[in-house]
């Protein structure tokens, strides 16, 4: 059974930091490309960072380095600090893994932050 446990999230006022940890479960984790997607009320869901199975990775346009996405093969785990949040930012982040055609989503942790 694949698993995708997202943890981190949480009230942080602007400016602040965040980091977001994504444990995969189920799924043979180096072979897959990783990403953080988020989702705030009332919009859709939009992509935040990738990290492929080679950690090449790419950001949404509105992360202007702020964020880095990282991964750790050996804890199957992969990474989102947050850095410089602004109220913007707040929404539910989702975890995905990515094989070839076939993807996983974890249930979501929400970052609130507050101006």
């Known amino acids: 059974q694949v698993q995708l446990v997202e943890s981190g999230g949480g009230l942080v006022q602007a400016g602040g930091s965040l980091r977001l940890s994504c444990a995969a479960s189920?799924?043979?984790?180096?072979?897959?490309?990783m990403g953080w997607y988020r989702q705030a009320p009332g919009k859709q869901r939009e992509l935040v960072a990738v990290?492929?199975?080679?950690?090449?990775?790419m950001y949404g346009d509105f992360v202007k380095g702020r964020f880095i996405i990282s991964r750790d093969n050996a804890k199957n785990t992969v990474y989102l600090q947050m850095d410089s949040l602004e109220p913007e930012d707040t929404a539910v982040y989702y975890c995905?893994?990515?094989?070839?055609?076939?993807?996983?989503w974890g249930q979501g942790t929400q970052v609130t932050v507050s101006s």
């Open positions: 995905k893994a990515k094989f070839r055609s076939t993807e996983y």
């Open positions: 189920g799924i043979i984790f180096s072979i897959c490309d």
């Open positions: 990290i492929t199975s080679g950690e090449r990775t």
